[in-house]
């Protein structure tokens, strides 16, 4: 027997679990009872052949069904708990779009005042060092484009520059298109707003976080870098082979890409968000509206700058931090995260206050993303094509 084999013979025995009795309701007034979502869920996971899994399901914007499945560690059995740590990749921005949110209504930015104007010199003498790249700003020094840079143009990916500098032929930061123009999934455009915010506030990401997310959220494992706390107690991600990949532990705190958590502090994340994040009406409502439409047949990659009518019928777009999805219940706000091993998705509906979170640590959870996704809260709308998630309605037959 394979190790990947010993993992699902044994995953209904190394879960844990926070449920409630009362039936889960979904998004098209139906209802599904935590154990059927459970056995759904574990045959799913054995069907993808993934190793490490967490659901959590909300009801009134609040957690109804939370369950973690299969090893945060296959060889060393140990298993995938609600507060084992998680590389959150790009759930990152999601979090990070929140505290950029409160730092607009507390007044120190706005969304559309170009960002050179809260330095007191050029974006492009901004330097930054070997681990904290990101900070390395030299490279739009005679790039008019840069001055048109704004708060809400970063959040919405719509800087025009490239996802990361590294897939540039020169490893450096170029515009593809006119700021606020186009939707260009871009990791630069959310680091480059983080910059700016540190310069202007004298405080490091770590610090911002903690003070408007982390501290008021109950976040008190969460960080954007790692640290000696997280040793021996995080989740290994895994490849589609059933592969390990080795831990990064030396990542700069990135705004875009380095969030550290755990499922049960996400889950207080997402809860808040559905509760209103602790901002104004006003702010809240921005972040859940559309800013671009999105006509691109994928979020990023090759094809991005191809024009497809497929997502017409879901307004497909995005908001500040979230992508949007319109649907008969109201807009769905999503948020992937891809990286190392560890594929997740976040869906809300602010609206009917509902949602799911996915989180694995196996980047086979991708092909059962979509089956689960219409298991746990009958969503059928999350665009899987453009996630370049496998269509799993056959899986549920």
């Known amino acids: 027997m394979t190790i990947l084999s010993r993992v699902l013979a044994t995953i209904a025995f190394c879960l844990i679990s926070q449920v409630q009795a009362a039936p889960i309701k979904r998004l098209n007034g139906s209802s599904i009872s935590s154990q059927q979502l459970t056995d759904g869920v574990t045959k799913l ?103 048109l840079i704004t708060a809400r143009i970063c959040l919405s990916h719509t800087t025009g520059l490239g996802n990361w500098r590294w897939f540039e032929p020169d490893h450096k930061l170029h515009f593809h298109s006119k700021p606020g123009s186009h939707y260009r999934y871009s990791g630069e455009g959310m680091t480059l707003l983080q910059t700016v915010l540190e310069e202007k506030t004298g405080k490091t990401l770590e610090e911002l976080a903690q003070e408007y997310v982390f501290t008021p959220f109950g976040m008190a494992t969460s960080s954007y870098q790692w640290q000696p706390r997280f040793e021996g107690h995080y989740a290994t991600g895994y490849n589609g082979e059933g592969r390990p990949y080795p831990k990064d532990k030396d990542n700069a705190p990135r705004s875009a890409s380095s969030l550290e958590t755990t499922p049960n502090e996400l889950t207080r994340f997402a809860s808040a968000v559905l509760q209103g994040a602790g901002l104004t009406p006003a702010s809240y409502h921005a972040m859940f509206s559309p800013q671009i439409r999105i006509r691109a047949p994928t979020q990023f990659g090759p094809g991005i700058d191809e024009v497809t009518d497929a997502y017409d019928d879901i307004a497909l777009s995005y908001g500040l931090g979230w992508g949007l999805i319109k649907t008969p219940f109201g807009w769905g706000a999503f948020k992937e995260g891809r990286g190392d091993g560890c594929v997740h998705y976040l869906i809300v509906f602010p609206k009917q206050k509902l949602g799911v979170m996915l989180l694995s640590n196996s980047e086979n959870a991708e092909k059962i993303f979509d089956a689960l996704l219409r298991l746990s809260i009958a969503d059928s709308y999350t665009p899987v094509a453009w996630e370049r998630y496998a269509d799993g309605s056959h899986l549920l037959d």
């Not at 090893?71 to 507060?83: E, H, I, R, S």
């Not at 930015?109 to 050179?116: A, F």
Request: proline residues 5%.
């Open 45 to 147: 996971m054995a069907i993808g052949q993934v190793t490490g899994l967490s659901v959590t399901v909300f009801n009134d914007a609040k957690p109804v069904y939370s369950q973690a499945f299969g090893y945060a560690n296959v060889q060393t059995k140990t298993p995938l708990t609600l507060d084992t740590e998680i590389y959150g990749a790009s759930i990152s921005k999601a979090v990070f779009a929140t505290l950029v949110m409160k730092l607009v209504d507390k007044g120190v930015i706005d969304l559309d005042t170009p960002l050179y104007q809260y330095l007191d010199q050029p974006l492009w003498r901004i330097k930054g060092d070997k681990r904290a790249w990101h900070r390395d700003l030299s490279s739009l020094k005679g790039q008019p484009e840069a001055k």
